[in-house]
């Protein structure tokens, strides 16, 4: 569904993308992790032509998402629901416009039509009979949540997580977490995350990928890479003190 | 799409290079900033569509109805100071009388539209800017390209409309607070009845005059509103980076005018 092909991304003289190619299947979660500056939410962004590549190319289904322009991008980006790390609402629109938004401004659907796809998809994320508030009076993982609302509004094919859970706390990134893993089978999506949170990606991931170094040095099913003796996984996982799935499926439990 | 990635560029090698890549990057800017002016331009005939209304609305408030305290304030003292100015100076020649005309005829076609534009890049325009920098650096404009929602239809043409339709408007106020301030230190100061004012005022003073400077008014708006949004827009670096825009949309802003001004004049008393 989503194709990278030798995807190389320079900022100034640091490579932060080197070659990379790997794809993404129809109705998977598919969560690239790596360290800080790794490259993750270069390649997240490279998915909906907020950075472009400097060689190489990005498709979606048949179409070059680098290449595209005008209508032809804007029919593309139509099968994203994007999550941003900051949830990018609108401070002056209430929750219930915020995910009201693209409904409003896209499509010629009736008032109260919205209404009740917005209080559905409200619900969906557990965050019933907040529509009145302002994104300023919620918490951060509240505001996520509505993030994650209006990504879904649309009914788009793939949802796009920047750092879904980065900056919450352990328990409220494990409702997100679940909240990721229950959308995807709820809603059928396919799903892309990134994330440094290997518990996260080894509990929704249906495909984890490690990028290091402008590289994807591994890609595999989460009990695969658990597995893996590929030295920057290794690290990686001793440094977030992981040894098999059982840690995994203990952190959710609790 | 307006969000562009962030332009990284290796440290030029010597002075003459990096005076060079200003000169690119300031050509690139206008350009970019002319072509967003015309994009939202384009997008005016959606003005009174369910999906932008509530939004012009919005503007005309802000920009018109809450602009006014200020406006208000620099327009009675600007006429005031002019007469008050002049009417000393020309008093040595027992002149003074002619005040009426001259603050009436600078008002029209300069101080008006100048002060009006002055006050509103310092308030409308630097909001604009920091709104629109707090959004960019927030990733909100970016999720509003990834929704398909324009930012020149949404954002940018609401501001557009209501600062060139409202600083004609809040010029004219200008003009006449201006003129009713010089009659008040007319009368006051310089024992020069209203009714003598008025009637130096109004003998001199041409529809020229008015036109010119409400012609004015109105490219100052296109210029405040192009310059902020495209300085909030290109905002990167989090507070800094909008503090600068803001700073920026202040400082081009009251340059542009300042040299806009002289060059419309030019053209129509020339």
Excluded at chain 1, 227 to 237: E, G, K, M, N, T
Excluded at chain 2, 105 to 126: H, K
């Amino acid at each position: 569904m989503i194709r990278f092909e030798n995807v190389t991304k320079r900022f100034g003289a640091k490579v932060v993308l080197d070659g990379v190619t790997f794809e993404i299947e129809k109705g998977e979660t598919f969560v690239i992790v790596g360290q800080s500056g790794a490259g993750k939410s270069v390649s997240l962004r490279h998915m909906i032509r907020l950075l472009t590549p400097e060689s190489g190319r990005v498709w979606v289904e048949e179409d070059c998402v680098n290449e595209a322009s005008g209508r032809e991008l804007e029919r593309i980006l139509a099968h994203f629901g994007v999550l941003f790390q900051s949830a990018a609402l609108l401070q002056w629109l209430s929750v219930e416009d915020n995910v009201c938004l693209p409904l409003r401004q896209k499509t010629r659907m009736p008032d109260d039509e919205i209404r009740t796809r917005v209080a559905e998809r409200l619900a969906l994320v557990g965050l019933e009979g907040v529509g009145d508030k302002m994104p300023a009076d919620l918490s951060g993982g509240m505001r996520k949540r509505v993030g994650l609302a209006r990504a879904i509004v649309t009914d788009p094919e793939i949802i796009l997580y920047d750092e879904p859970t980065s900056g919450l706390d352990p328990v409220i990134s494990r409702q997100i977490d679940l909240l990721i893993d229950d959308l995807r089978r709820r809603l059928g999506v396919t799903s892309v995350v990134v994330t440094h949170d290997l518990y996260s990606a080894l509990h929704i991931g249906t495909r984890v990928a490690m990028l290091h170094d402008g590289h994807m040095v591994h890609c595999s099913a989460p009990e695969d890479f658990i597995a893996s003796d590929h030295p920057v996984v290794r690290d990686f996982l001793q440094a977030q003190g992981i040894d098999s799935m059982a840690d995994v499926r203990k952190a959710f439990k609790q | 799409m307006i969000t562009r990635e962030p332009q990284i560029f290796d440290p030029p090698p010597q002075p003459f290079a990096a005076m060079g890549r200003a000169v690119i990057q300031t050509c690139q800017g206008t350009g970019r900033g002319l072509m967003m002016l015309l994009g939202a331009a384009a997008q005016v005939p959606f003005l009174f569509s369910r999906r932008n209304r509530d939004d012009v609305m919005r503007q005309l408030y802000l920009v018109g109805i809450k602009s006014l305290g200020v406006v208000t304030v620099v327009a009675l003292f600007t006429g005031m100071i002019l007469a008050l100015q002049t009417g000393l100076a020309l008093r040595r020649w027992g002149q003074e009388s002619s005040i009426g005309m001259l603050v009436t005829i600078s008002m029209l076609r300069e101080m008006g539209p100048f002060m009006t534009g002055l006050v509103i890049a310092a308030s409308v325009g630097s909001a604009i800017a920091a709104q629109m920098g707090t959004m960019a650096v927030s990733e909100e404009i970016a999720a509003l390209d990834v929704m398909g929602i324009s930012p020149l239809r949404y954002l940018m043409m609401p501001r557009l409309v209501a600062l060139a339709f409202m600083m004609p408007l809040l010029t004219v106020y200008t003009n006449l607070l201006g003129i009713l301030g010089g009659a008040m230190v007319g009368a006051t100061q310089l024992g020069i009845t209203l009714e003598a004012y008025f009637d130096n005022a109004f003998r001199y003073a041409e529809n020229k005059d008015l036109y010119v400077g409400l012609f004015k008014a109105f490219l100052f708006g296109l210029i405040i509103v192009t310059v902020a949004t495209y300085q909030g827009v290109t905002a990167t670096e989090g507070a800094v980076g909008v503090g600068r825009a803001t700073r920026r949309t202040v400082i081009i802003s009251f340059l542009l005018i300042l040299v806009v001004g002289y060059f419309v004049t030019r053209m129509f008393y020339q």
